[in-house]
């Protein structure tokens, strides 16, 4: 892996002209817009430069250099993880590379080992998996992450549903294994169906709010919540 993700769009920029891909013989249109977009993304190459699976990467990186939920030597969970670049940036800004650290990261689908990381393939719905995390983790957690979302059905409203119930599922977990003083960051989608998992959070940490990293694409209605300062579930 690289030097490390910079936040912000000002350290990523455009290089090189513009790729135009042509439709070829079998391929759907929508599929040429997709590969163009992909081929013409500032980010996909530096993901790519630098040795990161995934252009998400830089997702966490900008929430961390505003937030700072990844300190060194910080024990690590992270929901939803392959293809492991969120698991990358976690490994890089905890020191877990150099034992000062702990992450792991949980994900239904494959994904190839990660240096200095503990991958367990595991759907996270299943009720004996919170059981399998803990026992991976053997301890309490500072920081739970979630990029998890379900396989979208061309449908925003019941996407949304669908990603906040996840949303609310890695919570529930959150509670039984964060520190106190701990972190909590998940994806939701713009919409509002996220306010009772949103109060929960605004009771039981100091502090909570939304953000939209730079890296996330304008025409994409995620968000994150950061939610920081674990003070435990209320009575």
Known sequence: MGAGAKGGRGGISPRGEAVRVKTAGGRKASSTQWLQ???????VR???????RSRAAFKLAELDDRFRVLKPGARV?????????WT?????????????????????LDAAPIADATLLRADFTAPETPARIKAALGGQADVVLSDMAAPATGHGATDHVKIVALAEAAYDFAV???AS??????????????GELLQRLKRDFAQVRHA????SRSESAEVYLVAQGFRGPAA
């Open 212 to 215: 939209k990293p730079p890296a």
């Open 88 to 108: 990358q940036v976690a490994v890089e800004r905890t020191g877990s590379a150099r034992g000062k650290g702990f992450v792991l990261g949980v994900d239904v």
């Open 37 to 43: 977009r992909q081929l013409n993304d500032p980010y």
């Open 176 to 178: 039984e294994v964060l």
């Open 77 to 85: 969970v992270d929901l939803g993880a392959a293809p492991g670049g």
């Open 181 to 194: 003083g701990g972190a909590f960051v998940c994806k939701v989608y713009q919409g509002g169906a996220e």
């Open 46 to 52: 530096e993901a790519k430069r630098l040795g990161y």
